[in-house]
């Protein structure tokens, strides 16, 4: 029959080099970001799928550590934590939160959400849009036929929202914008490669001000190429909104995390996340969502009132909702 000692060092081994392979697992967010564009695109791209699951690593390899600390204490377990800790917490900047708030200063609720392209029931996205939680302006990806139907045959919706930019495809990459506010200078910008997914760009006048916004669900990191289509998209949309002026958002499912290059390419051109970490996929029971994918970025000109996630919408991600106000 083994010893309580045995069993310590059978479970402190496992523990330790549980420990180790998710610090190096969490490195690989760094190493993506710092590998050339142009050079080993095969060794970027699979450095990028990894580092993408840093809440993983972290919370994985903080129990692992948190075994060895009940079983033995050394000085070497400060390293895998501090690892774990700086690539998790390294991330592009955030909007700065608003201090104080005038009673009567406007603010702008923004959301985003992905539906699923498999999805056929829109009645949780009508009670949403109908409800008094339901955001100004909403980014909708994943838009089919089937929904472009659902929201055009609902008059309380209509006349909620009544101006919309849309752009329904079959494939998970349809399009729409709805909002209370009008839209003008839209924009349906289709696919210029194999790589590409359409965007869509307007001007929302609110407050009296021009806001510049895009839309887009670039695809997928399912290669290299995509993954550098994506960024490139990330870039173009944020070179267009700082080229643009004023107030800028730019919004939907980026198929991307803050540990990842593409977002950090988007800081380049001044935008910065509207809210923090906010886990959106894959809304596993309704409940559980482990990648934050679906993001709003918005221009310096902003200041971060809250953000959060919204209602279960019966899709595989859950929506994101911020809300803003000018400086």
Do not use: K
């Amino acid at each position: 029959m083994p010893t309580r000692s045995t069993v310590s060092r059978f479970i402190s081994a496992r523990a330790q080099w549980l420990a180790w392979l998710c610090a190096l697992g969490a490195l690989t967010a760094p190493v993506s970001r710092m590998l050339p564009i142009d050079q080993m695109p095969m060794l970027q791209w699979l450095a990028e799928l990894a580092a993408h699951w840093q809440w993983l690593y972290a919370a994985v390899g903080v129990m692992a550590l948190g075994v060895l600390l009940a079983l033995q204490r050394a000085w070497w377990q400060v390293l895998p934590a501090l690892v774990l800790t700086t690539c998790f917490l390294w991330q592009p900047a955030i909007l700065t939160q608003a201090s104080a708030r005038r009673a009567d200063a406007p603010v702008l609720t923004l959301g985003t959400a992905n539906l699923n392209l498999a999805t056929s029931d829109f009645t949780p996205l009508a009670q949403w849009l109908e409800s008094a939680d339901a955001p100004d302006v909403l980014v909708l990806v994943e838009y089919t036929q089937l929904a472009h139907a659902a929201l055009a045959h609902n008059p309380a919706i209509a006349a909620r929202y009544p101006h919309r930019l849309t752009a329904p495809q079959p494939d998970p990459f349809g399009l729409a914008i709805v909002s209370r506010y009008p839209l003008n200078d839209a924009q349906v910008l289709h696919p210029r490669t194999e790589h590409d997914t359409l965007r869509l760009r307007a001007t929302l006048t609110w407050n009296d001000r021009q806001v510049h916004l895009s839309a887009l669900h670039p695809m997928p990191p399912l290669s290299s190429a995509f993954s550098r289509a994506r960024d490139q998209a990330l870039q173009d949309e944020a070179r267009h909104l700082a080229q643009a002026g004023g107030l800028g958002l730019m919004a939907g499912d980026l198929n991307t995390t803050p540990w990842a290059r593409g977002l950090w390419g988007a800081e380049q051109a001044q935008m910065r996340r509207a809210g923090p970490i906010l886990p959106t996929w894959p809304n596993a029971w309704g409940w559980l969502s482990v990648l934050p994918l679906d993001h709003v970025l918005a221009s310096p000109g902003w200041l971060r009132v809250d953000a959060s996630t919204g209602p279960n919408l019966g899709s595989d991600h859950l929506p994101v909702v911020v809300r803003l106000m000018a400086q």
